[in-house]
Structures are given as C-alpha cells and as structure tokens.
C-alpha cells in the first residue's frame, strides 16, 4: 500500500507540475493576445495631459519622458526618462493615465525605479564616466513590459563621443539588470566613423513581437553607410531590425524616411526620424516619424506623423552592409495619422507610442507622449487617441 500511495503521490506531482506550467503557458498567451491589436486604421484624438516643468517626484526631476509602455493584464504604465544620469541617474515611473473614450482626464505618478548597471550600480553621467570608464553612461529611449515574462525591456541610444554603442537590457520591474540582448554588428561603431550610428539618431525605438518571442528595433535615421539622413529635398533609410531572445539576428528591412517636410532657417538645423516602433501583429507595426525644424529665430517646430507599415513583401536586409546603390523593396508604409493636420493645438517633440487600456466602447486606445528635454520652452505632453478599426 506504501508503494501504491508513493507512487499516485509521485503522479500527483507530475499532473500538478504539468498543469501549472501548462497554466502558465495559457496565461502568457493570454497575456500576448491581450497585448495584440489585429486593426488600426484611423485614429480619433480624445485629449491630452500634461505634466508641468520642474515637477518633482520621490526626490528627482520629472522629464524627458521618451518612451511610454502600457500592460493589459495589470493595467500598469511605465514612463522612461531620457535623462543622461545629468538630473538624476536614468530612471523610469509607474503611473496611472485616468481617461475614457471622451475625455483624459489626468495623470498621476506613483512609484519610481532607478535602471541599475550590470554592475548592479546606477548608471553614470558623462563627468564621472571620463574618471570610471568602467560604468556606463545610459540615454534611455524607449521601453516595453516583456509579454511573456514579468520584466521590461529598454533600449539606450549610445554616445560615439564616449566610445559607447547603443544597447538593449532586459531588466526586473524594479529596474535591476537582467540580460543584454545583443545588437546587429552594422549598428556598433568603427574606428574611423564610416560604419554604423549617428550620433543621437540611433537605436530609437523598440518593440516586442505581437506574439513575445521577438524583439523589433528602429534606427532612427540612415546608418552612416546607408547614405545620407533625410533633407527638405531629399528622403533616407532607416533600419527595422528583428532579433530573437537570445539576440540572434532574425531580420532586417529598410524604412524610407520622409523629406523633412520644411526648410530650417538660414544656418539652421533640421532633422525627421523614427522614434519609435509599436507592433500590432507579426508583420504589421506602427511607426512614430517626427521631425524637428528650427527657424531663424531659433524656435523649433515639430512635424508628427504616425504610419502604419509592413513588412510583407519587403527585402530581408540582415546581409547587407551598406544600402547604398543596392535595389531593395523597403516595407510598405501607410499613413495612419497627420498630427499637424488633426484639431489638437500644439505639438511638441513627440517620442513615445502604446497600445493603452480599452475604451468602454470595445475599441482600443494609443497612447503618445512628448519628451520636453527638461527645456521650459517645451511640454511634457500626453495625448490619447481612439483607434478606430477597420
């Protein structure tokens, strides 16, 4: 009798086992479904909110919000801050959006995370980092709660004249560092500044596949050995790069940039990029292409158009080290929304995108929020949107 009752209590654990990890694979996949969204055609604006210059929030320096990430399951968002440790040591917020299909009412933060070094220690500033090259300097730009696993993902966007590429971290809630996943050898620096990022127009945006096994990056501009970033006169490419878990380098496609749509100023500057990616399924995904002109009396004005693309169709350019005189399909690109042209007043230097929570209606909502740059000339807005499917 012990022998039977030991070995149905051994079988008793194997079918628990087996159905909790059964469970669990249910649950993930639930988690991926909810994240997915099949159709986004139109966009309909519902309001915007913003978070004032110089607030202050456990001890640092709200701003520079870059990226913005939503989760379904828990109804968390996440604001990364694209301070280079200069503020405070680079960081990301949990907050709560309060808004419906009619109205956006408010924001209200409510917890803060330092992002932690492999080393375990804060990032680092430039000051510090010429005496402790062994520490890292962070420009974060974007981040993504990880579909399948309960963690974030972010990217930082490098520093040529530090000598550092840009990078992609997993890491815990909490911010502490998980994982590097490694980037694509045509995106890290050369010695002679022929091969891979511009500086501060680098790895932009990120995202994780509709179905979490993989991750999606942006360039926000052409490679060095791409050719030339976009003119008034002239378009670019960008590089939508797909790695699995591990890093592996699955895919690659060109995105054509836009001609900057005005011309700056006498002696001015003037750039459009990607800043940021958002996938709606396995082969369909939003683009955020800003660009920013600055006129004659030095104030800069935004230009913010969501496109949705696809990558069917599209040449596979993971093999190829320059773009230049090379005859490639790029993905194909639809435009979503002109927010210049929509009835919603200012808009600032736009540089985050997410799916947020569903709208009492049934359809799903996107979120955008502009990075101020901790500049008072700027906003720190947070605009929300109707998506209306097809």
């Given amino acids: ?91 990301f917020y949990e907050a709560k959006l309060n808004y419906n299909q009619n109205h956006f009412n408010k924001i209200k933060l409510q917890s803060m995370h330092f992002l932690k070094q492999p080393n375990g220690s804060n990032y680092t500033n430039k000051n510090h980092y010429k005496d402790n090259p062994q520490d890292i300097v962070a420009d974060p730009e974007s981040i993504r709660f990880d579909p399948l696993y309960k963690q974030i993902m972010y990217t930082s966007e490098g520093d040529r004249s530090l000598g550092l590429n840009p990078f992609i971290h997993l890491a815990s809630l909490q911010g502490d560092f998980i994982t590097e996943i490694p980037i694509s050898h045509t995106q890290k620096m050369d010695q002679h500044a022929k091969h891979d990022f511009r500086n501060n127009l680098a790895l932009e945006g990120s995202t994780f596949s509709a179905d979490g096994h993989s991750i999606w990056t942006a360039t926000e501009a052409s490679l060095i050995q791409d ?103 790029p993905v194909k690109k639809e435009l979503i929304a002109d927010l210049n042209k929509e009835d919603i007043g200012h808009i600032d230097n736009i540089e985050g995108i997410t799916f947020g929570k569903q709208l009492p209606n049934g359809h799903d909502s996107i979120v955008i929020v502009a990075d101020n740059n901790f500049n008072k000339a700027q906003k720190q807005q947070f605009m929300a949107f109707e998506v209306i499917p097809k």
């Fill in 1 to 91: 009798m012990k022998m039977i009752y030991k070995s149905f209590a051994i079988s008793l654990l194997a079918l628990t086992t087996l159905s909790h990890t059964y469970n669990s694979q249910v649950s993930a996949k639930a988690k991926v479904s909810e994240h997915a969204t099949q159709s986004v055609d139109d966009l309909r604006f519902i309001g915007s909110q913003t978070v004032p210059y110089n607030t202050q929030f456990d001890d640092t320096k709200v701003g520079a919000i870059s990226g913005i990430t939503y989760q379904p399951t828990t109804h968390r968002w996440l604001l990364i801050s694209a301070d280079r440790s200069e503020q405070n040591p680079s960081r």
């Fill in 227 to 329: 050719g030339k970033s976009p003119t008034p006169t002239t378009e670019g490419l960008s590089r939508i790069t797909q790695y699995d878990r591990q890093g592996r380098l699955l895919n690659e496609y060109a995105y054509r940039l836009d001609a900057i749509p005005k011309s700056p100023g006498k002696g001015k500057e003037a750039e459009n990029g990607v800043s940021e990616l958002l996938a709606i399924n396995n082969h369909e995904f939003l683009t955020l292409e800003r660009a920013s002109v600055q006129s004659s009396d030095n104030s800069y004005h935004n230009y913010v158009r969501i496109y949705k693309i696809n990558t069917d169709q599209a040449t596979d350019i993971k093999n190829q080290e320059s773009l230049k005189q090379t005859k490639i399909h």
